[in-house]
């Protein structure tokens, strides 16, 4: 993206959108700093809300006000709800299209968390725009663990001092540049940096063919630092400098203690004790440049990204941001007294740039998702759902990969095989636990087994054989898969319709609080705190009323067999899509909250209990002993079964 091109896109979407919607505008009169809002909405959240700017007509336009808050805002200029397998997750985002100092950016966090803080505390003190926003989430109380605050202003500052890491982010123009061409590329890059070389003619070039030549060369530890600081927070979480890393860089860690020691104590054996970092570079350039006198080489990398060395390459960015928050003038220079080896590999070949990809990162073991991607089993599931008679199911397999246009898939059908594997514990399965539990390990290679596919878990799920499958996903028709999902999406939108009713008794009591009288006050205290309590289960039961559900299906296997839910009807009739999630809410999500509500009355902590693995029998178990005690349960099953299924 050329120089200026982020105020163009502000000019065209403040003509687009000026005015708009009606009533309360969102993009004001002669006020084109509005529309850097729908800017950033568009560039961080467009493809997870499905937003296209430029795609969007007039009447589509006011959509955007579900998101965007209308000044007067409290501080707050976007909400964005994730929904997330079994709780959701919040971002609250303040938009400047101008420079901010440190201290302005430290008063923006402060303010959106002490408006959040107010709203879950006492909404009605909150303006009506920020307000309704915010009643059409699912946020209660519970969710303060769940909250980010984002900054986005137009300077070069992305960090600060004291800066909540998870909780708080800084994220600039230039870095909404690089997100936005990043979106057009099927793996990001960087597209153009410069560095200066040691001393002078200090490259090695290897040519391994005619078109795909490499340099050996060494870099300023300063100048890596730099890079790494500045491509920091690209979208959301992923810095773009390492965007054909097969892993990110890890958090904090010994390894981290161990270079900054190093740079302290000897910056200039940095060099031998690293072992260097490798870049791939679509095309690179050099030039000889005078410099009082002295002749100096410059490297110039085109469409590149560090796919070994983001370890390396994070620790030197970390050092140089703690030198600058605590002024350490001593330790800056140290830092620029240290050298990394480099390697440049100029390569166009996306098979040969994969396989350097992952060669260069087995140093330690490899255990991603996207590195199960190309295994037989995930290849023979993948093509098995979206291939074949309906239903279709598009089950992503590996980060970046779309759904196909030319298949119909309805909203449920959409789903990635991690999320998959989660949902079949909680369901099929009926182990809650694991599902939530084991999400980041499903993945991981256990080198100490050898009688499972990468780990016992990962077995249990997608172990495939033509005679002898063990894994249950190949176990289950398509049908059944499809349910699983259709279910989980039920789940989704029956909490939303509970968190609703909750919300307006939990306000109407609070209202009533302000003029009871003191002999009151207790009683509507406890009734307040009984509806938080059940708007916190409600957020974080998802694997918990998939259990439920399943023990009916389990329970009662005639009275569904071979019926299928009405798919067709409940995606093109409003009447029949809300009559089934009001009935799934009132049948299995209440239950569910019910039955945990009941075996948490004496323990401390909701969200420990949920995350402990002894709560699974303890909530099987009470399910079971509930369905066979109250016989109307069954019958209930069945009514709900007839009308929905065919």
Avoid at 14 to 42: H, M, S, W
Avoid at 165 to 188: A, F, K, Y
Avoid at 309 to 319: I, K, N, P, Y
Avoid at 605 to 613: H, M, S
Wanted: net charge negative; hydrophobic share 35%; with cysteine.
């Amino acid at each position: 993206m050329k120089q200026g091109l982020l105020d163009e896109i502000i000019e065209n979407y403040y003509q687009k959108c000026v005015g708009l919607p009606t009533g309360k505008p969102i993009v004001r009169q002669n006020q084109k700093n509005d529309a850097f809002e729908i800017v950033v909405l568009e560039t961080l959240y467009g493809e997870e809300k499905g937003i296209d700017i430029e795609k969007m007509s007039d009447s589509d336009i006011p959509s955007l006000a579900k998101y965007i808050v209308a000044p007067p805002d409290d501080g707050i200029d976007i909400v964005i709800e994730h929904e997330n397998v079994d709780e959701n997750t919040y971002d609250f985002i303040q938009v400047k299209n101008t420079e901010l100092s440190q201290s302005e950016i430290k008063q923006a966090l402060s303010y959106m968390e002490k408006t959040i803080s107010t709203y879950m505390k006492k909404p009605q003190d909150l303006n009506d725009n920020l307000k309704v926003i915010l009643a059409e989430t699912s946020l209660s109380s519970s969710d303060k663990s769940n909250c980010r605050y984002i900054v986005v202003h137009r300077g070069v500052d992305n960090y600060f001092k004291g800066q909540k890491e998870g909780v708080e982010q800084v994220i600039t123009g230039t870095e909404l540049e690089v997100i936005r061409n990043s979106s057009l590329q099927m793996v990001p890059k960087v597209a153009q940096e410069s560095f200066g070389a040691d001393s002078f003619n200090n490259f090695n070039l290897y040519e391994e063919s005619q078109n795909e030549p490499a340099i050996v060369l060494n870099l300023c530890g300063y100048d890596l630092a730099e890079l790494a600081i500045k491509y920091t927070n690209t979208s959301l979480g992923r810095n773009i400098l390492f965007g054909q890393n097969l892993r990110e860089a890890l958090g904090k860690s010994k390894t981290f203690d161990g270079m900054a020691k190093t740079i302290r104590e000897e910056p200039e054996k940095f060099w031998f004790y690293n072992n260097g970092i490798t870049i791939l570079a679509e095309d690179y350039d050099t030039e000889r440049l005078k410099d009082d006198d002295k002749a100096v080489e410059k490297i110039i990398l085109k469409n590149f990204s560090i796919i070994n060395g983001a370890q390396t390459t994070s620790a030197l960015g970390r050092f140089l941001k703690e030198a600058r928050m605590d002024a350490s003038e001593e330790d800056i220079e140290k830092l620029k007294k240290v050298f990394v080896l480099v390697r440049i590999l100029k390569v166009n070949d996306s098979e040969f740039r994969s396989r350097i990809a992952i060669y260069n990162n087995t140093q330690n073991p490899i255990t991603t998702r996207d590195m199960a991607s190309n295994r037989e089993e995930q290849l023979l599931l993948h093509n098995g759902l979206i291939n074949g008679d309906d239903p279709h199911i598009y089950m992503e397999i590996r980060r970046g990969m779309k759904a196909p246009v030319d298949v119909k898939l309805y909203k449920h059908q959409m789903t990635t095989n991690e999320e998959l594997a989660q949902l079949a514990f909680a369901g099929f399965m009926r182990d809650p636990f694991t599902g939530k539990d084991k999400k980041t390990a499903i993945f991981d290679t256990d080198y100490k087994q050898s009688d499972y596919l990468l780990n016992e878990f990962y077995h249990r799920i997608f172990h495939y054989d033509a005679y002898d499958p063990k894994g249950i996903l190949f176990k289950k028709e398509k049908t059944e898969i499809d349910e699983l999902l259709f279910i989980h999406y039920l789940y989704k939108e029956a909490k939303k319709s509970l968190n609703k009713v909750y919300k307006a008794r939990i306000e109407q009591a609070k209202i009533s609080l302000d003029s009871c009288d003191d002999d009151q006050k207790k009683k509507i205290e406890d009734r307040i705190a009984d509806y938080e309590k059940l708007k916190a289960i409600c957020n974080v039961c998802a694997f918990y009323c998939m259990s439920y559900y399943y023990a009916f299906k389990s329970e009662f296997p005639a009275v569904d067999a071979k019926k299928v839910f009405m798919y067709d009807k409940f995606y093109s009739d409003k009447d029949f899509q809300l009559s089934l999630i009001n009935r799934f809410r009132d049948e299995f999500l209440t239950g569910t909250i019910l039955v945990i509500k009941e075996l948490t009355v004496t323990y401390p902590n909701l969200n420990t209990w949920v995350r402990d693995k002894k709560s699974t029998k303890v909530f099987n178990d009470k399910v079971d002993e509930k369905i066979q005690i109250d016989m109307s349960l069954e019958e209930n099953y069945k009514k709900f079964v007839d009308t929905y299924k065919s």
